[in-house]
Every structure is written in C-alpha cells, then in structure tokens.
C-alpha cells in the first residue's frame, strides 16, 4: 500500500519566504494539493501535500532548502455536517495523539482527506481497523 | 589640577631615566623571584643584565593572558601570598579567572595613580564622587575608591544598579564627580529624565567612563543629557586596575602613568615594535610593581602613542582612545566572551555544522548577542517542537560552557554570508569606531 508522503520545509519567520519555496515548486511543474504551516517565533516549518513528491523534493534540495519526506495517514472525510467530528472521535476513542493535522481534497476534487501525523501509522491503521474508515490510498 | 606635578610633568629625557632604572630593577626582581619569567628568560637567552636601554626591553619575551590562567592561582606571584594583601581577578567567563595580587606597595601606588586620574578630571577633596563600578574581586570599584580617598575626596561606594536610589543619593549627597561604565551613565541619564529629574538639578561636573569601548557620538550624548565633561578611563586586572591611563579635559588622548606601567605598540603579526603614532597593540610592563610585575604583557587593545606635550601641561605620553581588539575577544555588558568559545559549545551539540553567525548590537544601552545557526539536514525534523527542542539545547550547552546564555536562531542553509568561502563569525554592530 502508497503510503501518503508529505514535504515538509525549514522556513525562517520572515515576509517572502514561503514565496520562495512555492516558486521552487512551480518552477518544476509540482502541483500544491495541500499547505499547512507550524511557526515557532522565529522560525516555522511548512507541510505540502503535492503531486510529485519525489521530485519536489529534488528540487527544493537542489534550490538550497532543508527539506524531508515523510509518511502520513490521511483518512477519508464524509461530506456531510459531522462528517470531520466522526474520524476525530474514532481517533479519540483509540486514544491515538494526533502530533498535526490538516486537510487536503484528493486530484480527483471529490474526495477529501484529514491528515494526521503520528508516531506509528502502521499502529495506528491497526487500532482504527474496525471503525468503519477509509484510508488515503495512492 | 595635577596631583603630581613633578611626576607627570617631567621632561622626556628625566622620564627615560628614571624609566630605565626601574625597568632594569624590575627585571632582575622578577628573574630572581617568579620561576615563570626564570624560565622564560632562559628560553629567550636573555639575560637581566642585558637590558642596557630602554629599547632592549623587546629582546623580552611577551607575557600573555592564557599564562596567567595556567599559572592559576598565585603562579605570577613574586612574592610569597603572605604579603600579598588583597587580590582582585577578571571578568572572564571561560576557565579560569586572571588573579591578580597586590602588597601594601602595590596599594599604595595604585591610590597614587588613581588619585592623579581622578586629579586629572578635576576632582579634589571638596567633591562627592558617586563610585557606580563594581565593589568586589572586579578592580573597578576598588580602584576609584583608593585614588578618592587619596586625594580626600568624598566617595559614595554604592556599585551599580537600583538606578533610582542611585539618582535620589545623587540630589540628596550633591554628587559632583560620577564614575562608571559609559553604557550606565546612559541608562542612569534616561532613567533620570523619566522621572523628571533635569540635570541642572544635579550637581554633576565629571566624570571617568571606562571598562568597556565607547565612541566620540556616545560622549556627547553623556555630556548633553548629564551636564558634565565625561572622560576615558583605561586599565586592566592584569597590571593594576582603573589607573593605567586618563584622558584629561584636552579630549586629546589618555595620558599613560608611564613611570609606573611602560607603553610599548607592536604589530600584532610580526611582533615587532611600532614607531611613535602608528596603530599596533598596546604592551604594557609594569615597572613598580611588587606583588605581580607583568612583562612586556599583550592586552590585545589596538591605539596608538603620541609624544608632545598635552596642554595640560602633563609630558606623559598619550594613547588613542581604544578601537579596537587584535583578538577575537568580546565584552558583553562588561563580560568577556571569546566567539571561538562559543563555536566550541556549538559544534559540541549533535548535528550542528560550523556555519554560524554571532552578531552583538546595543539596540539602547546594553549589549544584546544572538547566535544565528544554519539548520542542517542532520539538525532537520518536521516537527517544530523538536526543532524549538534542539535550539534550547543548543542555548543550554553555550551557556553551561561560556556562562552567559545567548539567544540562538535557527536560518536556513546557505543563508549566512560567505566571504571567498569564509563566513564572517562575529558582526559587532555596537560601532565604536
């Protein structure tokens, strides 16, 4: 199974920075699915879900940034009122500690995933196996 | 005023005698008395004996700061520690202070020289000088206070800090002679205008500012916010304290006490000694001291030395204001911090590469230091809190091996510059020149 890797870049807490990063992506023809954005005063660092993730990464490195690849889970979001609250409850329920969260709608726009970062993705795939979820799968 | 006229007036050719007599007295004493200078002589082939000039005295070899540290505690002493009756050390932070003693001599030509400096910024026994250095193992305090009694002035010994008590005593005891650090005289005169205390209500006419660099644009801003001459103090532990050198109102350099310490400029590369004028390293022997006479020591401050008679009407030789450093080393609110120390603690954190920047500035009146460090795929996580983590850590470990804490920034790699693939370490922005 494709597990779903997400960039995550170093970025300093400054005006034009994130502008540098995106152009480094666009430059290389990778499409930004997903952005989210964890600062801590003077520095942050930035999640991308793309298209290409290998290549992005290629990319940012070679453009001078710290950058990583790493795995996520990103479970399936009913579109309906409560259709977040239903996933976050089966996560509370299984007592699973989400590190960060966002959202990202999948390429094919009619499907959208909540993105969680945690410690074991395997673990935790195993303990929400019969709560009726649907995991991203590329 | 000059407290001792025959001593600071005197013609050249007397001093160079009286100079020479004592340079050659003291180098056989401290042969005879300190193994290290024994040891060193030897190693130079120099005997006492050959010291026939007053130019022989670079046939000597030089005495550092790191050989007083390896000669912690009382290694530099000449005499035994019985009759040394008080010691002093450095500000420094890194290792082992410099420890510094004193006979009863020593004291008392240390109040002599104080109380020509004091003499020299025209206090007298009618004043009140509010004595705002450190009272303690710190020689500043210590040092105006032995030259204010001497010449039977009033001293309040009353340190730095609790700024408004400090400006209260100064109204209430009509302080008319202020010393301490120029960056505090600020702060007080800032602190003073907050509460709505005019310096005309002071009676400030001057005052001595010294331990730590300060510039020509810094002394009119004393002098204009605080109604009084304010002029350069120049000293150092390691060969008395405050009273090495005192500008006098000329504003025209520092007259050196050079019949007690003997000024030398050398060219911190070659080691050689510079003519009269030129910019070089100041070298400093003390000819009269008894419980510690250094030789030919480095102080590493860059000036120069000008001959010529001051207007008024001294004959001792005076030194530019201080420039700079011919090492690396940094005083950080009056605490000496040396930039490879800190590169050593960064580069004892795992995962942090030598590309670094400390970069000093004095946003009002005290000194502010930052270290920025470039992240590293090794220092990397994408998890911010692990990063907030590893800068902590980082800030913990200079501070447990430089006793200072420094803020650290994490920049992005390659963000630093480079000059010809050398990164410049230190940016002082204080701007003393």
């Known amino acids: 199974m494709g597990e779903l890797k997400q960039l995550s870049v170093f970025a300093e807490n400054k005006p034009g920075k994130i502008e540098k990063i995106t152009k480094a992506l666009a430059d290389a023809g990778i499409n930004i699915l997903a952005i989210s954005i964890s600062s801590s005063g003077d520095f942050g660092v930035i999640k991308f879900i793309v298209d290409k993730c290998d290549d992005a990464l290629k990319k940012l490195k070679e453009a001078g940034f710290t950058a990583s690849l790493n795995d996520v889970l990103g479970i399936e979001l009913q579109d309906r009122p409560g259709g977040l609250h239903s996933v976050v409850q089966a996560l509370g329920n299984r007592s699973i500690n989400v590190e960060n969260a966002h959202v990202f709608v999948a390429g094919s726009r009619d499907r959208a995933y909540l993105i969680i970062e945690v410690d074991d993705i395997n673990h935790t795939r195993e303990l929400l196996k019969n709560d009726g979820l649907t995991f991203y799968n590329s | ?433």
């Open chain 2, 1 to 433: 005023m000059i407290w001792d006229k025959k001593a600071e007036c005197m013609t050249q050719k007397q001093r160079e005698s009286l100079q020479l007599e004592r340079m050659q007295k003291t180098v056989k004493y401290v042969y005879e008395k300190v193994p290290f200078y024994k040891k060193r002589f030897n190693e130079s082939k120099i005997k006492p004996a050959e010291i026939k000039s007053l130019a022989d005295i670079s046939k000597l070899p030089f005495t550092a700061k790191a050989d007083l540290r390896e000669g912690y505690p009382f290694g530099m002493f000449a005499v035994p520690r019985e009759q040394i009756v008080e010691i002093h050390t450095s500000s420094g932070t890194t290792g082992k202070p410099v420890v510094a003693g004193y006979t009863r001599n020593d004291l008392a030509m240390w109040g002599e020289v104080m109380g020509r400096t004091l003499t020299m910024i025209g206090a007298n026994q009618n004043d009140v000088i509010q004595n705002c250095y450190g009272y303690g193992l710190f020689t500043g305090g210590l040092g105006i206070h032995y030259g204010a009694q001497r010449i039977g002035a009033t001293v309040l010994p009353i340190s730095a800090g609790q700024t408004k008590r400090q400006l209260q005593v100064m109204q209430d005891f009509g302080s008319t002679i202020l010393t301490c650090t120029p960056s505090y005289a600020l702060y007080l005169a800032e602190v003073a205008e907050e509460e709505g205390i005019t310096a005309k209500k002071l009676k400030l006419k001057a005052g001595c500012f010294g331990a730590e660099m300060w510039t020509e644009k810094i002394r009119d801003e004393i002098e204009k916010r605080l109604h009084l001459t304010a002029l350069n103090i120049y000293g150092l532990t390691e060969i008395i304290g405050p009273g090495v050198a005192q500008e006098c109102p000329k504003k025209n350099g520092l007259h050196i006490a050079e019949d007690h310490f003997y000024p030398e400029i050398i060219s911190p590369d070659t080691l050689e000694v510079l003519p009269e004028g030129e910019k070089g390293e100041l070298v400093l022997t003390g000819i009269t001291r008894e419980g510690m006479p250094m030789i030919r020591f480095r102080t590493k401050d860059v000036t120069a030395l000008r001959r010529g008679k001051c207007g008024c009407g001294r004959t001792l030789v005076r030194m530019d204001r201080i420039t700079g450093r011919s090492d690396d080393m940094l005083k950080i609110r009056g605490v000496i911090v040396f930039p490879s120390n800190i590169e050593k603690a960064l580069l004892e954190v795992k995962g942090v590469e030598p590309h670094y920047q400390i970069i000093v500035t004095r946003p009002q009146f005290l000194d502010e230091i930052e270290v920025k460090v470039e992240i590293t795929k090794k220092m990397f996580s994408d998890e911010v809190k692990h990063l907030e983590k590893l800068k902590q850590e980082i800030e913990d470990h200079i501070e447990e091996k430089i006793g200072l804490r420094i803020k650290v920034t994490l920049v992005e790699p390659k963000s630093l510059p480079r000059s010809e693939g050398k990164a410049q370490r230190v940016v002082d922005m204080r701007n003393f020149k």
